[in-house]
Structures are given as C-alpha cells and as structure tokens.
C-alpha cells in the first residue's frame, strides 16, 4: 500500500486507512455520528438521513485529508501494516505507537 491519499490529495478511504484512524475519527466526528444515529433511530427512511450521513462523509474525509497533512510518513506506514495484516491491530503496535505520537488524539 503506497499512501493513503490519491495523486491530487483527495483521501482514498480503504479498510486499512478507516481502520488506522479510527480513534481519531470517533473524537473528532463525534458529533455527526450521533446525530446521523439519532436520525437513523428516530426515522426508518433512509432518505430523511443523507445530509446527516453526508456531514459525518465530510468530517471523517477532512479528517483522513487533515491526518495526511501532518503525518504523512505514520500514516501511510500505520495504514500499511494494517492493509498487510488485514487490519489486525495486535501485529502493527509498532506503527501505531510511532502515528499516535506523531498526531495524537485531540
């Protein structure tokens, strides 16, 4: 796995990348899941839902974009151990602890 960005800096957003940023993107889109998980309790339609699903779309690709920006390097190495090892945390420790002290948890 080259990196986690395309060649224009869009996030490509695999398994591996959603994987490896996933603590930061439950402290930082927070607030969107709950509230698309709200709209999803309180209405079955799907459809009354998308611009709450396209808000938590757009937080947790600004974040993967944001993550990329500042440590390129821990990413793209954490997110490759993961895709290598098909996203078993226990065997990239390593890489997690270098991307985590690298941009760490806000």
């Keep these: 796995m080259a990196s986690a960005v395309d060649a224009v800096g869009e996030p490509i957003p695999t398994s591996a990348v959603l994987m490896a940023s996933a603590k930061h993107i439950a402290i930082k889109c ?43 390097k821990e990413i793209d190495a ?12 226990e065997l990239c420790r390593k890489e997690e602890k270098e991307f985590k002290k690298a941009c760490p948890w806000e």
């Design 30 to 72: 927070k607030g969107e899941n709950v509230a698309f998980l709200k709209c999803k309790k309180d209405d079955p339609n799907p459809e009354k839902c998308l611009d709450k699903g396209h808000q938590v779309t757009r937080c947790v690709f600004g974040l993967l974009k944001e993550l990329h920006q500042r440590c390129t």
């Design 78 to 89: 954490y997110a490759g151990c993961m895709h290598y090892h098909t996203n078993e945390f």
